[in-house]
């Protein structure tokens, strides 16, 4: 900005609504290798992991804003779990809820709704 190169080092995240469906969209991935589908495209009640390279890149989501919310916070945190984790099961937004909310109010956490999120 004026004149000066100063990178965005946050976690770049998009929110849009229309026709009374909302999308999200967090992190970037210009390209991907795979996407895994967690939910029901057809009932808008969905969460789909970009993965390149062995790691989730972004999450794009609708009808979960708490599990969006929730994947905004472990990008922040440099906290995303493993493709491998999210397809088995292993790792769930709600598992990771639970550890990211311990994490809440310290240092590392930029999102302070995650203490109101419903558990």
């Known amino acids: 900005m ?12 998009y929110w849009t609504r229309h026709y009374n469906k909302s999308l999200q969209y967090v992190g970037h991935c210009q390209s991907y290798d795979e996407v895994h589908i967690d939910g029901d495209v057809l ?6 992991y970009y993965i390149k390279d062995g790691k989730i890149q972004a999450v794009a989501g609708q ?18 779990p493993s493709p491998e984790d999210i397809k088995s099961g292993s790792a769930t937004p ?8 311990g994490s809440t109010g310290s240092k590392n956490s930029r999102c302070k709704r995650m203490a109101n999120i419903e558990k």
């Open 63 to 80: 009808g979960r804003s708490a599990d969006m919310l929730t994947m905004f916070e472990a990008f922040n945190q440099n906290k995303v």
């Open 2 to 13: 004026l004149g000066k190169f100063v990178p965005y080092g946050n976690t770049s995240f």
């Open 94 to 101: 709600e598992s990771l809820r639970k550890t990211l909310q």
């Open 43 to 48: 009932a808008n009640k969905f969460v789909a």
